[in-house]
């Protein structure tokens, strides 16, 4: 079972860059397919970023703007955010999954394990 953890968090202005973390003790997450999710107050948990395998795939909103990346030696996933926006604040949580297909990978009931989330919050 893998446990993600997540780091990188906090307050930002608009337009600054911002970097997640995402590792998890014990696993490999090079085996999984890892993603990144957010869900605002009130609003439904999104799809941000995913990378399957060497496929990389991100929810509109962010296209363009977040990258998404994996150090394998370092057994970490990472959120590069930039030209951050009011309406990115949000919880983001990180998920790994055991399909690394792409079939499903935007959907949260798709994914398999999940870390505790890490606010981000960016001021206007």
């Known amino acids: 079972q893998v446990q993600p953890v997540e780091s990188g968090g906090g307050l930002v202005q608009a337009g600054d860059s911002l970097r997640l973390a995402c590792t998890a003790s014990?696993?490999?997450?090079?085996?999984?397919?890892m993603g990144w999710f957010r869900q605002a107050p009130g609003q439904e948990r999104e799809f941000v970023a995913a990378?399957?395998?060497?496929?990389?795939y991100y929810g509109d909103p962010v296209k363009g703007r977040f990258t998404i990346s994996r150090d394998n030696a370092k057994n970490t996933v990472y959120l590069q955010m930039s030209s951050l926006k009011p309406e990115d604040t949000a919880v983001y949580y990180c998920?790994?999954?055991?399909?690394?297909?792409?079939w499903g990978i935007g959907m949260d009931y798709e994914w398999d394990y999940w870390g505790q989330g890490t606010q981000v919050t960016v001021s206007s």
């Open positions: 014990g696993r490999t997450l090079s085996n999984y397919a």
């Open positions: 998920a790994a999954r055991i399909r690394t297909t792409g």
């Open positions: 990378i399957s395998r060497n496929d990389l």
